[in-house]
């Protein structure tokens, strides 16, 4: 059950994505967010959409990951909608009693709905395709002129990488605890909020404290390998900008042109 | 023969069902344990041992096949799931783990706070639990986390005693424990069972350890039974045993070893006490002669 939970799962595969390197697919990814943010009609965000649709077939994920990925936060996007749709001024479309709907209301729903399932599956694209490791490994690299203002750059990127490690470890040591509670009669299924929420020291106190232990293990083996920071390593992987970076770099720029030019040249359906 | 405590029907356990994964845990159980039993279960890595045991007090749902405590079916009401739970006692591997109260005393009494019994009556039972495994009042107010790893270990054990289960179950509860803290559990878990006369189900990798407790062992292997008897029989198959990857006790061995020498050893030697009266015997008789 509560193995099911994915974050940023990746899966792996041999598709162009897949092969792409890992800082300029993060680097990509930030140029979309920030395509998606400036799009402020439906022409540019539909640019947005086609550049997904484009991407996904590409990495061979299949569409139902997107639909996995947007699962979780369903319930925020459905707050959106109605907050958009509800307090939004324009021509009433239907109104009852002091409830009304406006047409600007609607379409600025519809659009906030579409601009955070993009926000998703784009970001999400990039956890599926690329494996923890190696973002970890990008992040640092394009950290690493901050190294100069004093920034424990590799240290912040080393922390990372041990924490997505041990996702799956806590996730299965939460498992255990779990059952062990159960059948010490903890009853974690039912009752309300405040019940629910107190059901759960039993299982986090035993938790921090094994993770605690496990930090603690971790550092001194850590330090038994001789471990003393980033100055002076070296490392396994390299990594490479090839054809491949170019040819997405230029393809994410022609939707980024093409997303600022319709919100320049085609009006329809602003925003706000 | 008495009357069954434990009883189940076709019980398979699948996981990742619906996926290329899917793979058996347990597969076919038909088992039937008396009440008032001792019993040992034994089982390389990977047999099943550690899901049978949680269908036992409903943490697992069965893929199919049916689970009976004291003749109920423990599916029919989902809802009343509860219940079994406080009628099956499960201790896990590694308890210490699962501890959290500030106190031992709070954390004993979390099980049989948690059957809503009155603040009187969870007294007692906490007083009691603590007194079968061995520790003194003065730890009550004491966090379980300053405690040494093996008085944790029964605090956890008490936690479960503390609500007086009709089947005890624990997995491997000596693991990682040096000699001296492995006697002490098992000693206080034969007391118990002694004192109580409740079915107590002992889970080990230790063939030492099943026999020197239990009279009865249920050997799993691939996701099956292999066998269900005494321990007699059971180790009359040692060499089955073996080829399953486990074995008989070390001073079984050795007496069927002196057996085949010549020597009046009898072949159902399994712990260390009946060995040394066995050949004190035979070398009393010796000098004798």
Redesign the interface.
């Known amino acids: 059950m509560i193995k099911d939970i994915t974050i940023g799962q990746f899966f792996p595969g041999e598709s162009p994505i897949h092969r792409m390197d890992p800082r300029m697919k993060l680097i990509l990814t930030v140029a979309y967010i920030v395509m998606l943010f400036i799009a402020n009609n439906a022409a540019s965000l539909l640019v947005g959409v086609i550049f997904l649709l484009i991407v996904y077939p590409v990495s061979g994920i299949s569409g139902k990951m997107v639909l996995r990925s947007v699962k979780p936060i369903l319930p925020i996007i459905a707050i959106t909608a109605v907050l958009n749709m509800f307090f939004i001024d324009g021509e009433v479309l239907f109104q009852l009693w002091k409830i009304r709907i406006t047409d600007k209301g609607v379409i600025t729903a519809v659009m906030m709905c579409a601009r955070i399932v993009c926000l998703i599956a784009g970001t999400s694209l990039m956890t599926y395709t690329t494996s923890p490791i190696a973002l970890t490994d990008a992040i640092e690299r394009l950290f690493s002129p901050l190294k100069k203002i004093k920034l424990p750059v590799h240290e912040v990127a080393m922390m990372m990488t041990i924490a997505l490690r041990f996702i799956p470890t806590l996730i299965e040591e939460t498992d255990k605890i779990m059952s062990a509670q159960k059948a010490r009669g903890a009853d974690i299924e039912s009752g309300n909020l405040v019940q629910r929420i107190r059901a759960l020291v039993p299982i986090l106190i035993p938790l921090f404290v094994s993770a605690f232990r496990r930090a603690e293990e971790l550092a001194l083996a850590m330090e038994c390998r001789c471990y003393h920071g980033g100055e002076g390593r070296t490392r396994m992987r390299q990594l490479h900008l090839g054809k491949l970076d170019v040819v997405a770099a230029c393809v994410t720029a022609v939707c980024l042109a093409a997303a600022i030019l319709a919100n320049v040249h085609i009006q329809v359906f602003v925003l706000r | 023969m008495a009357e069954s405590i434990l009883r189940t029907e076709n019980l398979t356990y699948k996981y990742s069902t619906g996926t290329v994964f899917e793979k058996a845990a347990i597969q076919d159980i038909n088992l039937e344990i008396e009440k008032g039993q001792f019993l040992g279960i034994i089982g390389h890595t990977g047999s099943g041992k550690s899901t049978l045991i949680?269908h036992f007090?409903g943490?697992l749902k069965p893929s199919s096949g049916k689970v009976y405590v004291d003749g109920e079916d423990m599916w029919a009401n989902p809802k009343a799931i509860?219940k079994f739970?406080?009628k099956v006692?499960?201790?896990?591997q590694y308890?210490e783990?699962?501890?959290?109260e500030e106190t031992v005393y709070k954390d004993v009494a979390?099980?049989p706070g948690?059957?809503g019994l009155s603040e009187g009556e969870v007294r007692e039972r906490v007083h009691h639990a603590l007194k079968l495994v061995g520790l003194p009042e003065s730890i009550q107010e004491k966090s379980p986390?300053e405690l040494s790893g093996g008085q944790k270990r029964r605090v956890a054990i008490a936690?479960?005693l503390a609500?007086e289960p009709e089947v005890l179950i624990l997995d491997e509860p000596t693991a990682g424990l040096d000699p001296h803290g492995r006697d002490m559990i098992l000693d206080l878990i034969r007391d118990y069972h002694a004192q109580r006369k409740n079915t107590v189900l002992l889970v080990s990798h230790s063939m030492e350890d099943i026999a020197k407790y239990a009279p009865k062992v249920l050997v799993m292997s691939k996701a099956g039974i292999f066998a269900y008897d005494d321990v007699k029989n059971i180790f009359d198959r040692a060499s089955e045993l073996e080829r399953l990857g486990l074995s008989v006790p070390q001073v079984t061995k050795i007496c069927r070893k002196l057996s085949e020498l010549g020597y009046p050893v009898p072949p159902d030697i399994y712990t260390v006490e009946q060995a040394r009266d066995c050949l004190l015997d035979l070398l009393g008789k010796g000098a004798a002669r």
Do not use: K
Not at chain 2, 97 to 100: K, V
């Open positions: 949680q007090n943490l509860r739970r406080f006692g499960l201790v896990f308890p783990y699962q501890l959290f979390f099980g948690n059957m986390f936690g479960v609500m």
